[in-house]
């Protein structure tokens, strides 16, 4: 399953946004408001949602000021979070999420409009820093 948020333009550098990303503790700030656990430990984050299980994403890969990867650290819900950074004009840039993740198509009919929304909340969020 692959899904994408749109493409946010941001005041920002794209080396602005590369760290506020890459400091795991921003996620929460980034979080919807149905949170309710959020701790980070050295390169990983966990996170729960109201009514939805415990998720732990580790930082998998960075390339400086353009991308950042997360993934799972579960194999029985393996997936990644991918940010793209692009520079715009004048110091501004655009961010724009991808997540994909290998599910059997029971679970995917049934996560897909949650998992949708849950990045376009991380995208709009992104947009607010």
């Given at each position: 399953m692959k899904l994408e948020?749109?493409?946010?333009?941001?005041?920002k550098s794209p080396k602005e946004i590369f760290d506020f990303l890459t400091d795991?503790?921003?996620?929460?700030k980034l979080m919807p408001e149905n949170t309710q656990k959020f701790e980070v430990?050295?390169?990983?984050?966990l996170f729960a949602l109201k009514g939805m299980p415990e998720i732990r994403l580790v930082l998998k890969e960075q390339t400086p000021n353009s991308k950042i990867v997360l993934g799972s650290a579960s194999s029985k819900f393996a997936?990644?979070?991918?940010?793209?950074i692009d520079e715009l004009e004048d110091k501004s840039s655009h961010t724009q999420l991808f997540f994909e993740g290998d599910f059997n198509p029971m679970?995917?009919?049934?996560?897909?409009?949650p998992l949708q929304k849950f990045v376009?909340?991380?995208?709009?969020?992104?947009?607010n820093i």
């Open positions: 948020s749109s493409k946010i333009a941001h005041p795991l503790n921003n996620f929460e430990d050295g390169d990983s984050f997936f990644t979070l991918t940010a793209i679970m995917a009919m049934m996560i897909k409009n376009n909340t991380l995208s709009e969020n992104i947009q």
